[in-house]
């Protein structure tokens, strides 16, 4: 059972480039999360999703973009990378329903570490 | 602003030793969990106490939450060095919309000495 799949581990972009980072989960999990990892700023909500076809806002979502097509994935996207997109990036899903919140335990993949110049 | 802040930012201790986290936030909450995060890696869950809860036990873990306080406390008994990490809190906020949306605090680094 893989879980919460992210590629690719490692990315360097230049400023002004863009890049889809990958998210897949194989636990037919309706709740998808991508948040950002900074030192000292512990994790920071940037897109959810609560289904095929539903995302929103997080703390910081300026600058990303993302879409939910199937429950399986959930790519967040980098329109046009700047030097402070630069920081690891985790992807979550969670069975999370409706009526079910107090089982939204969320499972995370291993982490995007990205860095822009 | 983030919901969850925790205290202290680091900790240091040796084996054998109990650890102990806190956690306080500021609106209404569902749930609240604890995650473990080693270095380089994602976070993992560990506990999950609901807000009718009081304390919640698992192994050596220990939860308590205080609603009137908005706050809680993550008690790691005679600690291991593979107890080394960090840990945070993760708030689930009651309103009715609310499918699964976590907010996390700023974690504590647990650094346990052999």
Known sequence: NAGVTQTPKFQVLKTGQSMTLQCAQDMNHEYMSWYRQDPGMGLRLIHYSVGAGITDQGEVPNGYNVSRSTTEDFPLRLLSAAPSQTSVYFCASSPGLAGRLAKNIQYFGAGTRLSVL | ?114
């Open chain 2, 1 to 114: 602003s983030q919901q969850g802040e925790e205290d202290p930012q680091a900790l240091s201790i040796q084996e054998g030793e109990n650890a102990t986290m806190n956690c306080s936030y500021k609106t209404s909450i569902n749930n609240l969990q604890w995650y473990r995060q080693n270095s380089g890696r994602g976070l993992v869950h560990l506990i999950l106490i609901r807000s009718n809860e009081r304390e919640k036990h698992s192994g050596r873990l220990r939860v308590t939450l205080d609603t009137s306080k908005k706050s809680s406390s993550l008690l790691i008994t005679a600690s291991r060095a593979a107890d080394t990490a960090s840990y945070f809190c993760a708030t689930a906020f009651a309103y009715s919309g609310n499918t699964g949306k976590l907010i996390f605090g700023q974690g504590t680094t647990l650094q346990v000495k052999p």
